[in-house]
C-alpha cells in the first residue's frame, strides 16, 4: 500500500492511534469508577454520553476552522496535546472532579478527528484513483486499532497499579504530537497554495431531500449500535463476576474486529458499490448481536464479539466518504458535520439504552441493538439521488 509508506499519512495515522487509545479508555474508566461510586446502568450511560457528545459537537466548528484558515498543524496536533495533558491530569484527581477533567479531555479529540480525517482523504487521492474508500478506511483502520489495544493495555493496568498507571498512555502522546506538528506544517504550506480545501470533493450526485435524511439515519444507527457494544459490554461482563483484564481483552476484541472490518467493508465499497456493502454488512451484524443477547458468560464471546465489531465497524469509512460527497461546505466541515453528528447521535442512543438496560436488563438491550442494524440495512435501499432533467 503506497499510502502507508507517505510521512503526512503516517503522521495522521499514528496520532489516530494514539488519540483513540486514549478515547478507549473510558468505558473502562468509567466502568472503574461506576462500582466505585455504585452508579447505575443509566448514570453509566450518561457520564459515557457527555464525553462523547463533548467529543462531538464541536467538531464541525474545527472543521469549518481548518477548511477556512488552514491552521491544520495547530487544530490537529493542539487536539492530540490536549486529550492527553487532560486525560493524564483527571488520573491524579478525586474521582468526582476526574470525571469533568476527562468529559474537558475529549475536546482534543473533537480538534483531532476531523482535520486529520481529512488530510488521510486527501493523501488518499494523491495515490489512488477512484479509491478514497480504501484509502480513507486505512485512516480509520489506525484509530480503531487503538480503540482495540487500548481497553486491553487499560484493564491490565487498571488492575496492575491502579488508575494512575494510566498515564503511561498520556506520555507516549506528546512525541506523536510533537511529530504531527512537524508533518502537518507541510500541509499548510500546501493549503496556502492551493487556496484551502473546499470544492476539491468530486460530487456524486444531488442526493433527495429523504435520501438525505435517510443518510442521516444511517449513520445514527450504526454508531449508535457501536457504542452500545463499547459502553455495556464491560459492565454486561462485569456484573457477571469477569475482571477488568477480561472485559478490557473482549472490548479490544470487538474494536480489533472493526478495524479489520473497516479496511474490508472500504475495499469493497470501491469495487461492488457503497450502498450494497452496507446491506450486506449490517444484515451479517445483527447475527452474533442476536446471539450475544440471548447468552451469558461463555468463551463464545471471545468470537462472537470481534465478529460483530467486524460487521458493524466495515461501514463506517464507507458512511463517511458518502457524507463527504453530499455535504458540499467544504471537506474540513463536511468531515467535522459526519463525525460529530455520528458520534452525538451514538452517545444520545446510548443514553436511552442505559436506561432500556436498568429497566428491562441487558438482554433486552442487546436484543433491540440488533433490531437497530436490521433497520440501518435496509436504509441503503431507499437512498436515491436525484434524476437529472
Given at each position: 500500500?503506497?499510502?502507508?509508506?507517505?510521512?503526512?499519512?503516517?503522521?495522521?495515522?499514528?496520532?489516530?492511534?494514539?488519540?483513540?487509545?486514549?478515547?478507549?479508555?473510558?468505558?473502562?474508566l468509567?466502568?472503574?469508577?461506576?462500582?466505585?461510586?455504585?452508579?447505575?446502568?443509566?448514570?453509566?450511560?450518561?457520564?459515557?454520553?457527555?464525553y462523547?457528545?463533548?467529543?462531538?459537537?464541536?467538531?464541525?466548528a474545527?472543521?469549518?476552522l481548518?477548511?477556512?484558515?488552514?491552521?491544520?498543524?495547530?487544530?490537529?496536533?493542539?487536539?492530540?496535546?490536549?486529550?492527553?495533558?487532560?486525560?493524564?491530569?483527571?488520573?491524579?484527581?478525586?474521582?468526582?472532579?476526574?470525571?469533568?477533567?476527562?468529559?474537558?479531555?475529549?475536546?482534543?479529540?473533537?480538534?483531532?478527528?476531523?482535520?486529520?480525517?481529512?488530510?488521510?482523504t486527501?493523501?488518499?487521492?494523491?495515490?489512488?484513483?477512484?479509491r478514497?474508500?480504501?484509502?480513507?478506511?486505512?485512516?480509520?483502520?489506525?484509530?480503531?486499532?487503538?480503540?482495540?489495544?487500548?481497553?486491553?493495555?487499560?484493564?491490565?493496568?487498571?488492575?496492575?497499579?491502579g488508575?494512575?498507571?494510566?498515564?503511561?498512555?498520556?506520555?507516549?502522546?506528546?512525541?506523536?504530537?510533537?511529530?504531527?506538528?512537524?508533518?502537518?506544517?507541510?500541509?499548510?504550506?500546501?493549503?496556502?497554495?492551493t487556496?484551502?480545501?473546499?470544492?476539491?470533493?468530486?460530487?456524486?450526485?444531488?442526493?433527495?431531500?429523504?435520501?438525505f435524511?435517510?443518510?442521516?439515519?444511517?449513520?445514527?444507527?450504526?454508531?449508535?449500535?457501536?457504542?452500545?457494544?463499547?459502553?455495556?459490554?464491560?459492565?454486561?461482563?462485569?456484573?457477571?463476576?469477569?475482571?477488568?483484564?477480561?472485559?478490557?481483552?473482549?472490548?479490544?476484541?470487538?474494536?480489533?474486529?472493526?478495524?479489520?472490518?473497516?479496511?474490508?467493508?472500504?475495499?469493497?465499497?470501491?469495487?461492488?458499490?457503497?450502498?450494497?456493502?452496507?446491506?450486506i454488512?449490517?444484515?451479517?451484524?445483527s447475527?452474533?448481536?442476536?446471539?450475544?443477547?440471548?447468552?451469558?458468560?461463555?468463551?463464545?464471546?471471545?468470537?462472537?464479539?470481534?465478529?460483530?465489531?467486524?460487521?458493524?465497524?466495515?461501514?463506517?469509512?464507507?458512511?463517511?466518504?458518502?457524507?463527504?460527497?453530499?455535504?458540499?461546505?467544504?471537506?474540513?466541515?463536511?468531515t467535522?458535520?459526519?463525525?460529530?453528528?455520528?458520534?452525538?447521535?451514538?452517545?444520545?442512543?446510548?443514553?436511552?439504552?442505559?436506561?432500556?438496560?436498568?429497566?428491562?436488563?441487558?438482554?433486552?438491550?442487546?436484543?433491540?441493538?440488533?433490531?437497530?442494524?436490521?433497520?440501518?440495512?435496509?436504509?441503503?435501499?431507499?437512498?436515491?439521488?436525484?434524476?437529472?432533467?
Amino acid at each position: 500500500m503506497p499510502i502507508l509508506l507517505d510521512p503526512l499519512f503516517n503522521s495522521v495515522a499514528i496520532g489516530h492511534f494514539i488519540v483513540d487509545l486514549i478515547n478507549s479508555q473510558r468505558s473502562i474508566l468509567l466502568t472503574f469508577w461506576s462500582v466505585e461510586l455504585n452508579w447505575s446502568e443509566t448514570q453509566l450511560a450518561l457520564f459515557s454520553t457527555l464525553y462523547i457528545v463533548a467529543a462531538s459537537i464541536s467538531q464541525p466548528a474545527f472543521g469549518w476552522l481548518s477548511d477556512r484558515l488552514g491552521k491544520t498543524r495547530w487544530i490537529a496536533a493542539g487536539g492530540l496535546i490536549w486529550i492527553s495533558v487532560l486525560f493524564s491530569l483527571s488520573l491524579t484527581l478525586p474521582t468526582k472532579f476526574a470525571i469533568f477533567c476527562l468529559i474537558l479531555a475529549s475536546f482534543g479529540s473533537a480538534a483531532f478527528h476531523p482535520v486529520a480525517a481529512m488530510q488521510a482523504t486527501l493523501q488518499g487521492r494523491l495515490h489512488y484513483a477512484n479509491r478514497e474508500t480504501t484509502a480513507t478506511s486505512w485512516f480509520f483502520v489506525f484509530g480503531q486499532l487503538g480503540l482495540m489495544i487500548g481497553p486491553i493495555i487499560g484493564g491490565f493496568l487498571l488492575a496492575w497499579k491502579g488508575q494512575i498507571s494510566l498515564s503511561i498512555l498520556g506520555l507516549i502522546a506528546l512525541p506523536i504530537g510533537i511529530n504531527l506538528a512537524w508533518q502537518l506544517g507541510k500541509a499548510d504550506f500546501i493549503f496556502k497554495k492551493t487556496n484551502g480545501n473546499k470544492d476539491t470533493t468530486p460530487a456524486l450526485g444531488n442526493f433527495t431531500r429523504g435520501g438525505f435524511i435517510l443518510l442521516a439515519l444511517l449513520a445514527s444507527f450504526q454508531a449508535w449500535t457501536q457504542q452500545n457494544m463499547v459502553t455495556f459490554i464491560p459492565k454486561f461482563l462485569s456484573d457477571m463476576g469477569q475482571s477488568s483484564a477480561v472485559y478490557g481483552v473482549i472490548v479490544g476484541l470487538f474494536m480489533g474486529g472493526s478495524a479489520l472490518g473497516n479496511v474490508v467493508g472500504g475495499t469493497l465499497a470501491d469495487r461492488l458499490g457503497k450502498q450494497k456493502v452496507i446491506s450486506i454488512m449490517l444484515t451479517l451484524a445483527s447475527i452474533p448481536i442476536y446471539i450475544i443477547a440471548k447468552g451469558g458468560w461463555s468463551n463464545w464471546l471471545y468470537v462472537l464479539v470481534p465478529v460483530a465489531g467486524f460487521f458493524t465497524g466495515s461501514v463506517h469509512s464507507i458512511i463517511v466518504v458518502l457524507a463527504q460527497h453530499v455535504i458540499r461546505s467544504g471537506l474540513g466541515m463536511a468531515t467535522g458535520l459526519t463525525l460529530g453528528f455520528m458520534y452525538s447521535a451514538g452517545a444520545l442512543g446510548t443514553l436511552a439504552s442505559g436506561a432500556i438496560a436498568d429497566s428491562h436488563g441487558f438482554s433486552v438491550m442487546f436484543q433491540l441493538t440488533a433490531g437497530l442494524v436490521i433497520l440501518a440495512a435496509v436504509l441503503p435501499f431507499f437512498i436515491r439521488e436525484e434524476k437529472s432533467t
